[in-house]
């Protein structure tokens, strides 16, 4: 790794900002999947004022971007050619605080899975089905998070972040954001285009878990848990994740690599007499949710393993790297299960995975 020359910029109000882009630099410790490539240059964001002095030096309008939170939902094919902003924005607050809520304010770049859980240790609830979700809280709104019956979407009060376009902070509320399943303007509209800053959650002072998801409530009743808390909702799906995905930190990846797909209720009818087994999840729009997991299982690629790119034994939904797998090693296994799904079930599944390089 070389360290290039710092740059000063001078600001409206005459004050000096020095960013510090460093060359070169090995971005195997910033993904989850471990892939072993570099980026031309890079440079972590420390504060909101580094976003004016980038903003006023002309970066944004010269410099290919790739924004970074956790590096959790993200797949290098290649080298990075262009400056990669590593958020390292911090910091929590309380905004406002009464007997039934709190808002709580929290920086980009905190790691989502301790803020969930500082949330929880102050009694402040509603994020606990959310826990052990790898990466940072300013991606959280990006990909609409979600796991065990919420999306973080259903506790999100606001954010505030930078618009390239107009060189200006923003606050956007709820509908500004158009969140729907894994998705957000910020993969749209504003895709590269927006840097989330801050997140505002509204978090209940009341304790009343949410057991909609059918593993958490057999998990109640096999334990006879009479009146089953957030506590216990966090504990219980901090164990059931242990239990079928792997650590990164043990085994490269990025969580879910495809998204669960959605099909009509006339496809999925069709289907189900078609294939036995099949299940679908009714949504608010009619149409049908459909396990990804399930039909990539069904099509023979669970545990299946192509030199250190493989689908992990334990759910077909992840895709692992057992250490020397290129990103394009993993890209071209998704590509043959991609195709395969589609081959037996008419089903084209989308990736969850953010893909950055050639193809």
Same mark, same amino acid.
Request: proline share 3%.
């Given at each position: 790794?070389?360290?290039?020359?710092?740059?000063?910029?001078?600001?409206?109000?005459?004050?000096?900002?020095? @960013?510090?882009?460093?060359?070169?630099?090995?971005?195997?410790?910033?993904?989850?999947?471990?892939?072993?490539?570099?980026?031309?240059?890079?440079?972590?964001?420390?504060?909101?004022?580094?976003?004016?002095?980038?903003?006023?030096?002309?970066?944004?309008?010269?410099?290919?971007?790739?924004?970074?939170?956790?590096?959790?939902? $993200?797949? =290098? @094919?290649?080298?990075?050619?262009?400056?990669?902003?590593?958020?390292?924005?911090?910091?929590?607050?309380?905004?406002?605080?009464?007997?039934?809520?709190?808002?709580?304010?929290?920086?980009?770049?905190?790691? #989502? !899975?301790?803020? &969930?859980? $500082?949330?929880?240790?102050?009694? /402040? /609830?509603?994020?606990?089905?959310?826990?052990?979700?790898?990466?940072?809280?300013?991606?959280?709104?990006?990909?609409?998070?979600?796991?065990?019956?919420?999306?973080?979407?259903?506790?999100?009060?606001?954010? *505030?972040? =930078?618009?390239?376009?107009?060189?200006? =902070?923003?606050?956007?509320?709820?509908?500004?954001?158009?969140?729907?399943?894994?998705?957000?303007?910020?993969?749209?509209?504003?895709?590269?285009?927006? &840097?989330?800053?801050? +997140?505002?959650?509204?978090?209940?002072?009341?304790? %009343?878990?949410?057991?909609?998801?059918?593993?958490? %409530?057999?998990?109640?009743?096999?334990?006879?848990?009479? %009146?089953?808390?957030?506590?216990? +909702?966090?504990?219980?799906?901090?164990?059931? *994740?242990?239990?079928?995905?792997?650590?990164?930190?043990?085994?490269?990846?990025?969580?879910?690599?495809?998204?669960?797909?959605?099909?009509? %209720?006339?496809? =999925?009818?069709?289907?189900?007499?078609? &294939?036995?087994?099949?299940?679908?999840?009714?949504?608010?729009?009619?149409?049908?949710?459909?396990?990804?997991? #399930?039909?990539?299982?069904?099509?023979? #690629?669970?545990?299946?393993?192509?030199?250190?790119?493989?689908?992990?034994?334990? !759910?077909?939904?992840?895709? +692992?790297? /057992?250490?020397?797998?290129?990103?394009?090693?993993?890209?071209?296994?998704?590509?043959?299960?991609? *195709?395969?799904? /589609?081959?037996?079930?008419?089903?084209?599944?989308? *990736?969850?995975?953010?893909?950055?390089?050639?193809?």
């Amino acid at each position: 790794m070389s360290q290039g020359q710092p740059r000063s910029y001078i600001l409206q109000n005459q004050t000096v900002f020095f @960013l510090n882009i460093l060359k070169n630099i090995s971005l195997k410790q910033y993904n989850t999947f471990g892939i072993d490539v570099r980026a031309d240059k890079y440079l972590l964001l420390r504060n909101e004022d580094e976003l004016l002095s980038m903003a006023q030096s002309g970066v944004f309008a010269h410099e290919h971007l790739l924004f970074l939170g956790g590096g959790s939902n $993200i797949l =290098f @094919l290649d080298d990075y050619k262009g400056l990669l902003i590593h958020s390292a924005l911090r910091g929590m607050k309380i905004i406002k605080y009464n007997d039934e809520y709190v808002i709580i304010e929290v920086g980009a770049g905190e790691n #989502w !899975h301790n803020f &969930v859980t $500082i949330c929880l240790n102050n009694k /402040y /609830y509603g994020l606990e089905n959310l826990a052990l979700i790898p990466g940072t809280v300013g991606a959280a709104p990006v990909q609409n998070i979600g796991a065990y019956g919420i999306e973080q979407k259903d506790y999100f009060h606001s954010l *505030r972040g =930078f618009n390239l376009n107009t060189a200006q =902070f923003e606050e956007m509320n709820i509908d500004d954001c158009k969140f729907a399943y894994r998705n957000s303007i910020f993969k749209s509209e504003l895709k590269n285009k927006f &840097v989330v800053t801050s +997140v505002q959650y509204k978090l209940s002072k009341i304790d %009343k878990p949410n057991l909609s998801y059918t593993a958490l %409530k057999q998990e109640a009743d096999k334990f006879a848990i009479e %009146k089953p808390d957030a506590q216990f +909702v966090y504990d219980t799906v901090s164990r059931l *994740r242990m239990s079928k995905l792997p650590s990164p930190d043990l085994l490269g990846n990025a969580g879910s690599f495809f998204k669960n797909p959605q099909i009509d %209720k006339t496809t =999925f009818d069709k289907l189900k007499k078609n &294939v036995p087994g099949l299940t679908g999840y009714e949504q608010e729009d009619g149409s049908f949710k459909i396990s990804a997991a #399930w039909l990539i299982e069904r099509c023979g #690629w669970k545990g299946k393993r192509i030199g250190d790119a493989a689908v992990y034994d334990k !759910h077909a939904l992840i895709i +692992v790297n /057992y250490g020397n797998a290129t990103g394009m090693d993993i890209y071209e296994l998704s590509e043959n299960i991609k *195709r395969s799904v /589609y081959n037996e079930f008419g089903i084209n599944l989308e *990736r969850e995975v953010l893909i950055v390089g050639a193809i």
